[in-house]
C-alpha cells in the first residue's frame, strides 16, 4: 500500500515531467497538466485556475499555477469535470464519461443552452440533430448578451450567424493548428485558427473555454463570444475607419494588404494629437524616422487579446520589442493600458485601437531618449549650457549621461560646468557594443577620453556603463555612473596639487620616485595620505625616510600595474603591485577596499594612470607578511625592522637569534610566533610566514 507522501512525490514527477516536456499540442500540455493537479480530487478531474471576482477560468499551466495570477490578477484555484466527463452522486472526482449524443443534445450538456435555443429558432435543429459531421464553435450564454439585435430577426440573419460558427467536418483542438483556416458552412467563408504555445486556443480571437465536447455527428467547442464574418484585410479596415484618419494620412505602408499575418496597434486620431507639433512635424519629415514609428506599431505575428496571460515580449517589423500584456480585461504596451478597442479582425491579421503613439527610440532625438530616464539632472544641465542644439539635431553624437545620483547637491552653471558637459558629448554615435581596451573617443570639447574594459563592467575613464544602450536617430545615449573626469595631468600632478599628500611626496622624492609618477605609463597608486605616515611613531618614520631603498620598496607596494577603476572592481579583484605579491581588492557597501584597507577616494584620473587614496593602517593578515630588513643583522640583535602588511606600512621589533628555531615578532598592536625564518643577510629583505 502507497502512504500518501508516496503519491505525493509520484504526482510532483508527473508534474516535472510534463512541465519539461512537450505533449501533442499546447493546448493538450495545458489539459494533462490541469488533470495532474486536479488529481488529488478524484479521476477525470481538472484543476482550474478563476480570476476572482469574475467568471473566467483558465486550464493551469506550471508558469500560472505557482504564479497564481492571470493578467496580473490573484486567481483561486477550483475544480470541475475534465471534458467528456460528469460526476456520479456519492462517488469521488467525475468516474462517468459523458454519454454522445447529437450536437443540438450536447449544446444543452455543455451550458449553451442560448445557442441551442437560437438554432431552433433559426431552423437549424434539424439539421444538428441529423446525420452528418460538424464542428460547431458555440457560443457561451453570455455571449449571446451583447448581441440581442440578433434575437429579433430570426430567421436569416441568425441563420447565417449561426453557420458561420459552424465547419462542414469534425475537428478537435488538435485539429486546430496555428495560423489554419477552414471554410465554413455560411457561404464558403473562412475562420481563422489560432493554436499559441500557452495552451490558448482562438477562432477568430474568440478563446474556447470548453474545447472537444464530442457528440454522435461531431464536436463542440465552447468560445466565449459570437464571431462574424471576416471580409476585409486589415490595410481595408483601416481605411475606411474616421478614427483612424491620420494613420491614413502618414502613409501607412500598403504592405498590410499582403498575406501576413500582421497585428496593428493603430494609434486614433487622438493619439496623434497628444504629440508636440514641433516633435510630430520633425518626425513626418523624416522619411527613416516615420517608416520606423509606423513599423513600431506593426508585429509580424497574429496576436489576439485573449492569448495574452502575463507580459511577452514581441518583436515587432521596426526590429525592436514591444512588452503585450493584459491588466485583468485591459490589454498593455509596454506596461501602459492604451488599448481602447481590441481584437479587429481582418483576412491577413488584427487590429487593436490605442489611444497613445508610440515613438521608438530609433525615431527619437537625444533629449527625446532622455526623457522618463534617471538622468534628469545632467539633461537639464545640458539645456542650461546651450547644449540643445546639438542634442536635437542631426549630428552623429553619443552623450555620456551620469545618473541623478552621481551628482552631489545643488549644480550651478559655470564655465568650468559648462567645459565637463561638452566632454559628456562624444563626436560620433557609437554603442557600447563596439567599445575595446584602449580605445580613445574623441569628445565635443576636444578631449581624448580612454575606454577601460574589464571582467564585470565597461568603463569610460573613471564612468562606467550602467545601464543598456538608447540609440536615437542620429545620436546613442549611455547611462554611467559617475560623472566624468578627464585627466589633466599625470599622477605626480595629481598628487601635488592635494594638500594630503605633502608626506607622500617628501617620501616619493627621498625614494627618487619622482620620474616614475611622471612618465608615461599605466599605473593605479593607492596613494597613503598625511593621516597614513601620521600614525607611524616619529622616530621609526624618521628611520624610514633615512633608507631610500626601504621606502621604494614600500612605496612599490602602493603600485599596481594597469589601470583600475573603482568601478571595475567586483569580489576578489587583483592587481599585480610594482613590488610584493599581490593588491586584492573587493566592494563592500559601495567602497573599495586593497587588501581591507578602504579606499578614502577614489578614482582621481591622471594621464598616466589614477589615485585612490588611502589613510588608515592595516592590521596584520595572519596569512604573510613581508619584512624587508633596514639594518646590519647580528647575532642576538634587536632592530628595527619595517613591515609591509597587505600594502601598508607598519613599524615591528624583531627580536633575531640565529640559533633559535623561533622569533618572536611584535609590534603595537599583535604578538605573532615566526614558523619559518629565511637567515638575514646585510641590508637585504626576508620573507616571515605565520602561523
Known amino acids: 500500500m502507497w502512504s500518501l507522501f508516496s503519491v505525493q512525490v509520484l504526482v510532483l514527477v508527473l508534474v516535472l515531467v510534463l512541465c519539461g516536456s512537450e505533449a501533442r499540442s499546447p493546448y493538450q500540455a495545458v489539459l494533462q497538466h490541469s488533470r495532474i493537479r486536479g488529481r488529488q480530487q478524484g479521476p477525470n478531474v481538472c484543476a482550474m485556475q478563476q480570476i476572482k471576482g469574475t467568471d473566467r477560468k483558465y486550464f493551469t499551466n506550471c508558469k500560472q499555477w505557482y504564479h497564481r495570477k492571470v493578467c496580473g490578477q490573484p486567481t483561486v484555484i477550483t475544480y470541475e469535470c475534465c471534458p467528456g466527463y460528469e460526476k456520479i452522486p456519492g462517488e469521488k472526482g467525475c468516474p462517468a464519461a459523458l454519454p454522445l449524443v447529437n450536437i443540438y443534445n450536447t449544446l444543452g450538456v455543455v451550458g449553451a443552452t442560448t445557442t441551442q435555443m437560437y438554432s431552433d429558432r433559426a431552423n437549424l435543429r434539424e439539421d444538428i440533430e441529423g446525420p452528418g459531421s460538424f464542428t460547431f464553435f458555440a457560443p457561451s450564454n453570455e455571449a449571446w448578451e451583447i448581441l440581442d439585435a440578433l434575437v429579433s430577426n430570426v430567421n436569416i440573419e441568425l441563420l447565417n450567424a449561426l453557420h458561420y460558427h459552424m465547419v462542414n ?158 491588466d485583468g480585461d485591459k490589454m498593455t504596451l509596454n506596461g501602459k493600458a492604451i488599448v481602447i478597442r481590441k481584437d479587429q479582425l481582418g483576412t491577413n491579421g488584427v487590429v487593436h485601437f490605442i489611444d ?101 563592467s565597461l568603463c569610460i575613464e573613471n564612468s562606467c556603463i550602467a545601464a543598456h544602450d538608447r540609440t536615437g536617430r542620429y545620436g546613442s545615449l549611455l547611462t554611467v555612473d559617475k560623472v566624468l573626469t578627464p585627466p589633466t595631468g599625470t599622477l605626480m600632478d595629481i598628487l601635488k596639487a592635494d594638500a594630503r599628500f605633502s608626506r607622500l611626496l617628501e617620501a616619493l622624492q627621498t625614494a627618487g620616485m619622482m620620474e616614475l609618477l611622471n612618465q608615461q605609463s599605466t599605473l593605479t597608486f593607492f596613494a597613503p595620505t598625511n593621516e597614513a605616515f601620521d600614525a607611524l611613531p616619529p622616530a621609526e618614520l624618521n628611520q624610514l625616510l633615512r633608507d631610500p631603498g626601504a621606502l621604494s620598496r614600500l612605496l612599490r607596494l602602493h603600485l599596481g600595474a594597469g589601470l583600475l577603476v573603482s568601478g571595475g572592481v567586483s569580489s576578489h579583484t587583483r592587481l599585480p603591485p610594482l613590488q610584493g605579491d599581490k593588491l586584492e581588492l573587493g566592494m563592500r557597501n559601495y567602497t573599495v577596499y586593497v587588501n581591507r584597507v578602504a579606499v578614502v577616494e577614489a578614482d582621481m584620473m591622471a594621464t598616466n594612470g589614477v589615485v585612490h587614496s588611502v589613510s588608515a593602517n592595516q592590521q596584520p593578515d595572519p596569512s604573510m607578511i613581508d619584512v624587508y630588513y633596514m639594518g646590519t643583522c647580528f647575532k642576538y640583535a634587536r632592530c628595527c625592522t619595517l613591515v609591509i602588511l597587505n600594502g601598508s606600512m607598519t613599524y615591528w621589533e624583531l627580536n633575531v637569534k640565529w640559533s633559535c628555531d623561533r622569533l618572536q615578532a611584535k609590534s603595537h598592536t599583535s604578538s605573532f610566533k615566526i614558523k619559518s625564518i629565511s637567515f638575514c643577510l646585510p641590508f637585504v629583505f626576508f620573507f616571515l610566514t605565520l602561523f
Do not use: W
Request: aromatic letters at 6%; one cysteine or more; hydrophobic letters at 40%.
Open 169 to 326: 467536418r469534425r475537428l478537435t483542438s488538435e485539429e486546430l493548428k496555428h495560423g489554419s483556416t477552414f471554410t465554413t458552412m455560411y457561404h464558403d467563408t473562412k475562420v481563422h485558427i489560432h493554436h499559441y504555445s500557452n495552451g490558448i486556443v482562438t477562432v477568430n480571437c474568440a478563446r474556447l473555454i470548453k474545447p472537444d465536447q464530442h457528440s454522435t455527428n461531431g464536436i463542440v467547442h465552447v468560445v466565449d463570444r459570437v464571431i462574424t464574418a471576416v471580409s476585409n484585410n486589415i490595410y481595408a479596415i483601416i481605411e475606411v475607419d474616421d478614427d483612424l484618419e491620420r494613420l491614413r494620412a502618414a502613409e501607412l505602408s500598403s504592405l498590410l494588404e499582403d498575406e501576413g499575418p500582421f497585428t496593428i496597434f493603430a494609434p486614433t486620431n487622438k493619439a496623434f494629437e497628444k504629440i508636440p507639433p514641433e516633435t510630430l512635424n520633425r518626425i513626418l519629415g523624416d522619411p527613416v524616422a516615420l517608416r520606423d514609428l509606423l513599423n513600431y506599431h506593426i508585429l509580424r505575428t497574429m496576436q489576439c487579446s485573449e492569448a495574452v496571460l502575463s507580459g511577452t515580449p514581441m518583436e515587432t517589423l521596426q526590429g525592436t520589442t514591444l512588452e503585450v500584456s493584459c
Open 356 to 456: 497613445e503613439l508610440l515613438i521608438p527610440d530609433s525615431a527619437k532625438t537625444l533629449l527625446e531618449l532622455a526623457q522618463g530616464l534617471p538622468v534628469s539632472t545632467v539633461t537639464q544641465l545640458f539645456v542650461e549650457a546651450g547644449l540643445s542644439d546639438h542634442l536635437t539635431g542631426s549630428e552623429a553624437l553619443t552623450m555620456i549621461a551620469p545618473l541623478n545620483d552621481a551628482f552631489k547637491g545643488e549644480v550651478t552653471m559655470t564655465p568650468d560646468m559648462k567645459q565637463l558637459l561638452t566632454n559628456h558629448i562624444l563626436k560620433q554615435q557609437i554603442s557600447s557594443k563596439s567599445l575595446f581596451d584602449g580605445q580613445m573617443l574623441e569628445t565635443l570639447g576636444g578631449l581624448q577620453l580612454r575606454v577601460f574594459v574589464y571582467r564585470n
